[in-house]
């Protein structure tokens, strides 16, 4: 069986274990902790093999560094996955062991690491690993917590698609712009509800085909999920799972733009070079889809509902920052704010270093 490399250790600890209820494997990988303690969700998902679930928990803890550091929020990178074989079942009460085993897996980080839902997971199921251990954000808004939030992450992914429609066009108005979005998710439904809402015109796919219904309640163009990287439109909104820009599907991506929520749309990080050699620009994943952390780390500080939304809007300005220093340093977006999310963890490990 082939499984994906294991990407650079550069992490604090990554701890792999198998629940002791589910007899799942899990993974919680806390790549920087420099900032402050780590946030980011749990990821269940069925892989080929456990080692391909400590591979993307890890990838996917690298870039929540990134992340959070560009958001502002005082958080470092973490990330979790339950990795799923595939002939796992898993029924409603394995399902429930799972969750407690990772919640004594993220107890044993002492709260360098705090969990809340990503793919696969729900604010429900958060509930259930705060049973174990109280290192959860993201619980539903009946017991206390921040809620859903897929629509902070909405609203900063608009935010930024502005920024790049004003960036290709002159003008930020989506009105009249071409739109392909790909996956009707919690986050890309409320994203595509936003920009018909604002006149732009939309073609969506989903691997779940009954979203057509509401696909066409937007008067959107529904397409196969397999035209979704030979579309022609004004711009390309993954919003789905990664990987999906490789060299071969950008080598002919029929778009000006790339911008939007799904993590690590490029299947390598080259595909920013070659985006570029093409024309293409390309708004990267991390900056843009911070809004759901930044909506749970401002919700457990207690921030307001105005406060929360100002600071999803100036995702867009963050944006707007990482464009200008990509044009001046003559570099692609990716590299700018890989290397201004660098600059702020290494900042605060320094400071750190200083207290010690």
């Known amino acids: 069986m082939t499984t994906a490399p294991l990407p650079e250790f550069t992490h604090e ?3 792999t274990a198998v629940g002791e209820r589910s007899g799942l494997t899990m993974t919680v990988a806390l790549h920087s902790s420099a900032i402050g303690p780590a946030l980011g969700g749990c990821r269940l998902w069925r892989y080929p093999a456990w080692i391909d679930g400590v591979a993307d928990a890890m990838r996917l803890a690298s870039a929540m560094t990134m992340k959070n550091a560009l958001a502002d929020i ?19 009460e394995r399902r429930r062991d799972a969750l407690l085993d990772l919640g004594d897996l993220v ?3 002492d709260g360098l690491y705090r969990t809340a839902e990503d793919v696969g997971t729900t604010e429900h199921d958060m509930l259930v690993v705060s049973e174990r251990t109280p290192h959860v954000l993201g619980l539903p808004a009946a017991n206390g917590g921040a809620g859903e939030p897929a629509e902070g992450t909405a609203l900063g992914v608009y935010a930024s ?3 790049v429609v004003e960036q290709v066009f ?5 009105s009249g712009r071409s739109f392909v979005i790909s996956g009707l998710g919690q986050v890309g439904s409320r994203l595509a509800t936003r920009l018909a809402a604002a006149g732009a015109r939309l073609s969506v796919t989903d691997i779940d085909a009954t979203k057509q219904a509401f696909a066409s309640s937007l008067g959107a163009r529904w397409i196969a999920p397999d035209e979704a990287l030979t579309t022609p439109a004004d711009v390309l909104v993954p919003a789905g799972l990664g990987g999906v820009l490789t060299p071969a599907a950008i080598a002919s991506l029929p778009v000006k733009a790339v911008v939007g929520p799904a993590n690590n749309p490029l299947a390598y990080a080259s595909g920013a070079e070659h985006l570029a050699s093409r024309g293409i620009l390309y708004a990267p994943d991390f900056v843009v889809n911070a809004g759901g952390v930044i909506h749970l780390a ?15 809007l100036g995702i867009g300005d963050t944006l707007s920052e990482v464009f200008h220093a990509a044009r001046a340093q003559g ?3 990716l590299a700018a704010a890989q290397a201004l999310a660098v600059q702020r963890v290494e900042q605060a490990r320094e400071r750190r270093s200083a207290l010690v």
């Open 13 to 15: 600890r990554v701890s």
């Open 74 to 92: 005082g958080a470092g990178g973490g990330k979790s996955v339950i990795a799923l074989g595939p002939d796992d079942v898993l029924d409603d």
């Open 107 to 109: 107890q044993t980080f």
């Open 161 to 163: 698609i502005e920024r």
């Open 170 to 174: 002159e003008s930020g108005s989506v």
């Open 298 to 312: 401002m919700v457990a500080e207690g921030a307001s509902a105005r406060e929360i939304e100002g600071r999803l």
């Open 331 to 333: 570099v692609t977006p």
